[in-house]
T-cell receptor, first 110, second 111 residues
Framework: DTGVSQDPRHKITKRGQNVTFRCDPISEHNRLYWYRQTLGQGPEFLTYFQNEAQLEKSRLLSDRFSAERPKGSFSTLEIQRTEQGDSAMYLC????????FGQGTRLTVV | EDKVVQSPLSLVVHEGDTVTLNCSYEVTNFRSLLWYKQEKKAPTFLFMLTSSGIEKKSGRLSSILDKKELSSILNITATQTGDSAIYLCAEAASGTYKYIFGTGTRLKVLA
């Protein structure tokens, strides 16, 4: 494992459906981040974990979003009752000192 | 709330030119500043600058941190078409490992 892996790479869903994304970090990294990026913007912080503990969560994150990292390894990000405004690239990163990103999951809500 | 501002928003140059991209930040207790290059997909890491490492260089790319001015620059010399990308700057404050990103500078290098 040489990098951060995200699955799926693309997801198209109907409005109102729930979606779940997975992130597998670089194995020796204990911090894991979720970001959201829309066209023309930089990545927007959503949440981050140190091991299994969720240490910080953006105030912008609605209650429809939840993230877990149950054993301090992989993480999942779930969005419930998706809305068209949730369409974005969801990026996962992991870090020791520097943060490295996965290829992202592009979500389209139709 | 911490803030990162990048300038210019976009830049078009010709191959061989030298470019300087700017990043300024507002943070209560600075810990580190990172530069990334983003092409079509995820950002790829370029440099991390801290109080103990204010200047980094890799090939044609170099970056300097100015803690007094709360800013950083990314220089690219002898630009190539492959340098065309969005360059992102991010900072983290002491006490958190949350990185705040700017909106990026879109660089286009013409052949």
């Amino acid at each position: 494992d040489t990098g951060v892996s995200q699955d799926p790479r693309h997801k198209i869903t109907k409005r109102g459906q729930n979606v779940t994304f997975r992130c597998d970090p670089i194995s020796e990294h204990n911090r894991l981040y979720w970001y959201r990026q829309t066209l023309g913007q930089g990545p927007e912080f959503l949440t981050y974990f140190q091991n299994e503990a969720q240490l910080e969560k953006s105030r912008l994150l609605s209650d429809r979003f939840s993230a877990e990292r149950p054993k301090g390894s992989f993480s999942t990000l779930e969005i419930q009752r998706t809305e068209q405004g949730d369409s974005a690239m969801y990026l996962c990163a992991s870090s020791g000192n520097e943060a490295f990103f996965g290829q992202g999951t592009r979500l389209t809500v139709v | 709330e911490d803030k990162v501002v990048q300038s210019p928003l976009s830049l078009v140059v010709h191959e061989g030119d030298t470019v300087t991209l700017n990043c300024s930040y507002e943070v209560t207790n600075f810990r580190s500043l990172l530069w990334y290059k983003q092409e079509k997909k995820a950002p790829t890491f370029l440099f991390m600058l801290t109080s103990s490492g204010i200047e980094k260089k890799s090939g044609r790319l170099s970056s300097i941190l100015d803690k007094k001015e709360l800013s950083s620059i990314l220089n690219i010399t002898a630009t190539q078409t492959g340098d065309s990308a969005i360059y992102l700057c991010a900072e983290a404050a002491s006490g958190t490992y949350k990185y705040i990103f700017g909106t990026g500078t879109r660089l286009k290098v013409l052949a």
